[in-house]
């Protein structure tokens, strides 16, 4: 597969320091980043963060990829998706993503989503491929069951955000599950 990773509609590619314009058209929605542990971002702090992902695209071993999402039609990045390698020894990672609300129920996440956790089993060589999301977020849940990822608990109290404490569902999905997956 490697990078970067096309599907149907998006490009998923590493970002680039000028991409920071596309982001700060959604970085600074409450919305966006309602469920987040970062933003509503300043113009800052987005260049900080195009600033930080770009130089860690040169770490070696690489532990993370934060990929930008692009709208292959347009050319527009449209948010992010990132995959970590949380256990190398156990083969075990973790997925995130952030849309813009413009392109919010179009499928987009799914799809991306849907080409990372391939990407991580086989470009990673990952066993396990997990994520989180606040129980309130029934959009998020839904994007990780449409990438064939399966709700295995709820963790209480597990996050600090915005000055209260928040429950969270945790979805996983095995290699062995993943390559069973129809249409994968």
């Keep these: 597969m490697g990078l970067p990773i096309r599907t149907k509609r998006l490009l998923l590619r590493e970002f680039r320091e000028g991409d920071?314009?596309?982001?700060?058209?959604?970085?600074?929605?409450?919305?966006?980043?309602?469920?987040?542990?970062?933003?509503?971002?300043?113009?800052?702090?987005?260049?900080?963060?195009?600033?930080?992902?770009?130089?860690?695209?040169?770490?070696?071993?690489?532990?993370?990829?934060?990929?930008?999402?692009?709208?292959?039609?347009?050319?527009?990045?449209?948010?992010?998706?990132?995959?970590?390698?949380?256990?190398?020894?156990?083969?075990?990672?973790?997925?995130?993503?952030?849309?813009?609300?413009?392109?919010?129920?179009?499928?987009?996440a799914t799809e991306a989503a849907r080409a990372i956790v391939a990407f991580g089993f086989t470009d990673l060589n990952l066993h396990r491929i997990y994520a989180t999301c606040d129980v309130r977020n029934k959009a998020s849940a839904r994007v990780l069951e449409k990438a064939g990822m399966r709700r295995e608990g709820r963790m209480r109290e597990s996050a600090f955000l915005r000055g209260r404490w928040r429950d969270s569902l945790i979805y996983g999905v095995l290699e062995q599950e993943w390559k069973k997956l129809p249409g994968r």
């Design 20 to 108: 920071w314009k596309d982001i700060q058209r959604y970085a600074p929605d409450p919305k966006v980043v309602e469920f987040l542990p970062w933003g509503p971002n300043t113009l800052e702090q987005t260049r900080e963060f195009v600033t930080k992902t770009v130089a860690e695209q040169r770490a070696v071993p690489r532990d993370t990829f934060n990929l930008a999402i692009v709208l292959r039609k347009s050319g527009r990045v449209i948010g992010g998706v990132r995959i970590g390698i949380r256990s190398v020894k156990h083969r075990r990672g973790d997925i995130g993503y952030v849309l813009a609300r413009d392109c919010w129920g179009k499928g987009y």
